[in-house]
């Protein structure tokens, strides 16, 4: 709890012991006036100066306003009526402030969600200078400068580990409990806690360009990109005020004069003012005007809770209506790092195989070369490597031990006139040769990660009416990839420009379904400008139903990010590219969470659709009851101050992620 709220806590505590402690008190006339005056300007002080500043402002039909007006004429009608009975005008204010201070209490309790996430702003980076470590501004650190972290200490800036090896707290940043191992050789980002050895990192980057950052420049934005419900609440609010404030002046005039000019009635001003008062009170817009973009707030909060981090409201909303979600492949359905998969038909004992290809492979720097030498787990030793030849787009020969090996494709064999043995497992084949006599073959294979599975079967439990993957590799490839995860729809052997035309085709064909109009007009303009046929697709796409999300992480994928309704970009490992063009970014690259934060998102417009329905009835049923004069002020209360806790309690619901 805050200063602010433990100050106001304070207030309505002090107001309504007063407020009881008066009820004891014999006292009348003017005295009982000014007496009932401390607990009213203790509570509703600020209240009132806010009310004076927006009149002064020219902006004065605001809560604020309506508070002040209502308990006033209260206060005026005791005193008119000489009833003594102030008690109406003070609980009126002490229980808006009760609302006021639980709608601070909720928002500061979303708002701690995504505060969480400013711990990991780094306050120095350690540089070492003349054998002692200096603590630096991280701004001052250029790209491969040697940082040291120590336990307990935030990774300032990304980089490669180069010394040490160590466990790293990363929930701050993905909302994992589990530590991450790392050791030399392994990237590093921004925003993790050392918690175990000294680690020396090679920066790769600038601390502005860091992970760290990124993240914090996408918290502190999310707030300005509001939803299409908060700008319609922000317009209706605008609207509603003034009518009501002019709805509740006729109240009190009109019926007294109609009254007045009728033979043989006598108004009675007293009661329509109070009728008017009441109406006042509960014409108060504050359960929508602070409960949708709380519902909104909680969203983000719970979301960035859980990793997963959400540049405004209008993607959250927009988020809640895709029913396509199209994926990249390497990367996002899988590591997108090369390992061995496979050896099949050797000779010779599976490890020794594989030694001699990783020794043979040992001097090339190719990702299938590094990707055998990791199989292989062993230290290199480079004496026994001799005679090393790379022959592009074949493979390598080398004299390993003395002995003639040959690793490579099957142009390789076929030019060494050895006979081979084809593969029929779906990846990289590396046939292997020794002494000019065939000894089997290993296969490497991008390998799938583990969720993405359970992702897509997530997301089909979602709702999700259709997923899609497109990707560069081959089309064996893609489709086992594909028909081991369940896609519904692949497209291989795809460059960055097919992608986007992919994801164009999947918006358009809404179009033709639902806007033949539209769809007519993009056939009949396809000799114009691709520009053109693509903006025209884009009008169609965004005015159906449904939505089009696109997932992925390289820096090929940021045009098709930016294309589709809602981009999802892998933020651990993604490229800056992709996670600046994306909406949505999923800070451990775990393709588990787009299903939950199509729920998150789901259930925020859920909450908010309810709250405005909630606050919209009850609204309406009690201002006709004022106007006729059967709800009191009491009532008034409820439908203003109750149905905002109401309201607010139901948002604060957004906070909470299974």
């Known amino acids: 709890m805050t200063k ?27 005295l009982r006036f000014v007496l009932y005056l401390v607990p009213y300007l203790t509570v509703g002080y600020d209240i009132l100066l806010k009310a004076g500043k927006g009149i002064r402002n020219g902006r004065m039909l605001d809560e604020n306003f309506l508070m002040a007006v209502a308990t006033i004429g209260a206060f005026a009608l005791a005193i008119y009526s000489q009833s003594g009975d102030y008690d109406e005008a003070i609980a009126v204010m002490l229980f808006y402030q009760i609302g006021e201070w639980f709608q601070s209490y909720a928002v500061g309790k979303s708002r701690r969600n995504i505060s969480e996430l400013m711990d990991i702003r780094p306050d120095y980076a350690n540089v070492e200078r ?116 002019g709805a509740a002046l006729a109240l009190a005039v009109i019926p007294p004069i109609v009254q007045w000019l009728l033979p043989g009635m006598t108004p009675d001003v007293g009661d329509w003012i109070y009728r008017a008062l009441t109406f006042l009170v509960i014409s108060c817009p504050c359960a929508l005007v602070v409960s949708i973009p709380l519902s909104f707030f909680a969203g983000i909060g719970g979301a960035s809770h859980e990793g997963i981090l959400v540049k405004g409201s209008n993607y959250l909303e927009t988020l809640s209506e895709v029913t396509c979600v199209v994926f990249d492949k390497t990367g996002t359905l899988t590591k997108g790092v090369f390992e061995v998969s496979g050896i099949h038909h050797s000779k010779i004992e599976d490890e020794k195989l594989l030694e001699y290809a990783a020794l043979a492979e040992s001097a090339s720097s190719h990702p299938i070369s590094q990707s055998l030498r990791q199989a292989y787990g062993k230290e290199i030793d ?55 006599e065939y000894m089997g073959h290993i296969v490497i294979s991008d390998v799938v990660k583990p969720h993405a599975k359970q992702a897509i079967e997530a997301l089909k439990q979602a709702g999700i009416k259709k997923t899609v993957m497109l990707t560069g590799d081959a089309k064996k490839v893609a489709d086992r990839v594909a028909a081991e995860l369940g896609v519904d729809e692949v497209h291989s052997e795809l460059l960055p420009a097919d992608k986007v035309a992919k994801v164009e085709e999947l918006l358009g064909a809404k179009t033709v379904e639902e806007e033949p109009s539209v769809a007519k007009a993009v056939n009949e303009k396809v000799q114009q400008s691709e520009k053109t046929v693509k903006a025209e697709k884009r009008r169609a796409g965004k005015s159906s139903k449904g939505k089009v999300a696109f997932v992925g992480d390289g820096i090929n994928d940021a045009p098709v990010l930016s294309r589709a309704d809602i981009g999802i970009a892998m933020g651990a490992m993604g490229s800056d590219a992709a996670i600046e063009a994306a909406d949505i970014v999923l800070m451990d690259d775990d393709p588990l969470k787009i299903a939950q934060a199509i729920r998150i998102s789901r259930k925020c417009l859920g909450i908010v659709k309810q709250n405005i329905i909630f606050a919209l009835a009850v609204k309406g049923v009690c201002l006709i009851l004022g106007a006729v004069g059967i709800a009191n002020m009491w009532l008034a209360i409820f439908a203003d101050v109750g149905v905002m806790i109401l309201a607010v309690l139901n948002a604060i619901r957004a906070l909470r992620v299974k």
């Not at 012991?17 to 009820?23: D, K, P, T």
């Not at 090896?165 to 590093?188: M, Y």
């Open 4 to 30: 602010k709220q433990k100050k106001m806590l304070v207030r309505i505590i002090i107001a309504a012991i007063l407020l009881v402690a008066l009820h004891f008190i014999p006292v009348t006339g003017v």
């Open 130 to 245: 003349d054998g002692k470590l200096e603590k630096v501004d991280p701004d001052e650190v250029e790209i491969g400068t040697v940082i040291t972290v120590q336990p307990g200490e935030k990774v300032p800036i990304d980089g490669i580990v180069l010394e040490g090896h160590s466990s790293l707290n990363t929930a701050a940043l993905t909302g994992e409990s589990a530590p991450r191992d790392v050791a030399a050789g392994d990237e590093i980002i921004s925003g993790c806690i050392n918690q175990s050895g000294v680690l020396k990192i090679q920066t790769t980057k600038e601390f502005g360009e860091s992970t760290a950052s990124k993240i914090l420049d996408l918290v502190e934005n999310a707030s300005s990109r509001k939803s299409k419900s908060e700008n319609f609440i922000s317009k209706f609010a605008r609207i509603y005020t003034p009518a009501v404030c």
């Open 382 to 436: 480079r004496t026994r490597v001799t005679d090393v030849e790379e022959i592009s787009g074949n493979g390598v020969t080398a004299r390993v031990d003395g002995k003639f090996v040959a690793a490579g494709n099957g142009k390789l064999m076929r030019r060494l006139d050895i006979p081979y043995t084809e593969c029929h497992s779906v990846g990289t084949v590396i046939h292997i040769a020794i002494d000019g």
